[in-house]
């Protein structure tokens, strides 16, 4: 009971600090949970083998509530566009299967290699980029719509992300509005978060040396606890981001991911 206790503390401390950062950048909040899941579960014991499948399970689970939320909001605000968004969720769907086939035969320094070098590529993208990258004047349809999102599915899947981070350029690049752009960010997080749990309680469930608390590779504990947390936390950071300067905003976050990604990858090779 005890060892419950301190994980409901750690883990609801850990919710109100991602759901506070991840309303303060506008992000869906997988690139930080999963560095605190990276640095709190060996304190905690967690077994190595299956550190990084617990934590990237857990964090797509985590996807779904938030995703559900905002979500609804772009949908209501009319700019979600369900006929696009049909094919796109096909290319997810397969994205994220074929990741959660692979992900029981990564290594724990496979997938910590993976997420390191994704949050460094997404922090030098969001400090460098200025709108540079054009793909072409209009989104892709069809089978090339499902291709582009299969790589958004996989990734997230491989990284315990919603795939928002990566969908919203991709889009854009594609000469998509904004607004339709980040609503099928988010509606993203609906197909990456749901079928990665699902498929990670599949998956991890006759694993060996998970936590007590767990359906496969999802730890509940976890999952119940930051959850609300999140959710409390999450509009307190909108209303202080909503204070900052936006390009002050983005520095701050594209800094502090490569500075976790750095920090990720010195320990896994120094």
Same mark, same amino acid.
């Given at each position: 009971?005890?060892?419950?206790?301190?994980?409901?503390?750690? =883990?609801?401390?850990?919710?109100?600090?991602?759901?506070? =950062?991840?309303? !303060?950048?506008?992000?869906?909040?997988?690139?930080?949970?999963?560095?605190?899941?990276?640095?709190? =579960?060996?304190? *905690?014991?967690?077994?190595?083998?299956?550190?990084?499948?617990?934590?990237?399970?857990?964090?797509?689970?985590?996807?779904?509530?938030?995703?559900?939320?905002?979500?609804?909001?772009?949908?209501?605000?009319?700019? &979600?566009?369900?006929?696009? =968004?049909?094919?796109?969720?096909?290319?997810?769907?397969?994205?994220?299967?074929?990741?959660?086939? &692979?992900?029981?035969?990564?290594?724990?320094?496979? &997938?910590?290699?993976?997420?390191?070098?994704?949050? &460094?590529?997404?922090? $030098?993208?969001?400090? $460098?980029?200025?709108?540079?990258?054009?793909?072409?004047?209009?989104?892709?349809?069809?089978?090339?719509?499902?291709?582009?999102?299969?790589?958004?599915?996989?990734?997230?899947?491989?990284?315990?992300?919603?795939?928002?981070?990566?969908?919203?350029?991709? *889009?854009?690049?594609?000469?998509?509005?904004?607004?339709?752009?980040?609503?099928?960010?988010?509606?993203?997080? !609906?197909?990456?978060?749901?079928?990665?749990?699902?498929?990670?309680?599949?998956?991890?469930?006759?694993?060996?040396? *998970?936590?007590?608390?767990? $359906?496969? #590779?999802?730890?509940?504990?976890?999952?119940?606890?930051?959850?609300?947390?999140?959710?409390?936390?999450?509009?307190?950071?909108?209303?202080?981001?909503?204070?900052?300067?936006?390009?002050? !905003?983005?520095?701050? #976050?594209?800094?502090? !991911?490569?500075?976790?990604?750095?920090?990720?990858?010195?320990? $896994?090779?120094?």
């Amino acid at each position: 009971m005890d060892d419950l206790l301190l994980r409901v503390i750690i =883990f609801a401390a850990a919710g109100l600090a991602s759901g506070f =950062f991840a309303g !303060l950048f506008g992000i869906g909040g997988g690139t930080i949970r999963m560095p605190i899941f990276i640095y709190v =579960f060996p304190w *905690l014991g967690m077994a190595h083998a299956v550190m990084m499948h617990v934590a990237t399970a857990t964090s797509m689970a985590l996807v779904i509530p938030s995703a559900i939320s905002s979500t609804r909001k772009h949908y209501a605000l009319g700019d &979600l566009d369900l006929a696009v =968004f049909k094919t796109w969720a096909i290319g997810l769907f397969i994205g994220v299967a074929i990741g959660l086939i &692979l992900l029981p035969f990564g290594s724990t320094e496979i &997938l910590q290699t993976l997420f390191a070098i994704y949050i &460094l590529l997404v922090g $030098l993208y969001i400090a $460098l980029n200025h709108g540079r990258f054009f793909f072409g004047r209009e989104p892709p349809k069809g089978a090339k719509m499902v291709g582009v999102s299969s790589v958004v599915g996989f990734i997230a899947a491989m990284t315990g992300t919603a795939g928002g981070t990566v969908a919203t350029p991709i *889009l854009t690049a594609f000469n998509m509005q904004l607004e339709r752009a980040m609503a099928i960010s988010a509606a993203t997080g !609906l197909i990456t978060g749901t079928v990665g749990a699902i498929g990670s309680i599949i998956s991890g469930w006759n694993a060996k040396d *998970l936590p007590s608390y767990s $359906l496969g #590779y999802v730890d509940v504990v976890i999952f119940l606890v930051m959850m609300p947390t999140v959710m409390i936390a999450a509009p307190i950071g909108v209303r202080v981001g909503h204070r900052m300067n936006e390009r002050t !905003l983005q520095l701050t #976050y594209a800094g502090l !991911l490569i500075v976790i990604g750095v920090d990720l990858l010195r320990r $896994l090779f120094v």
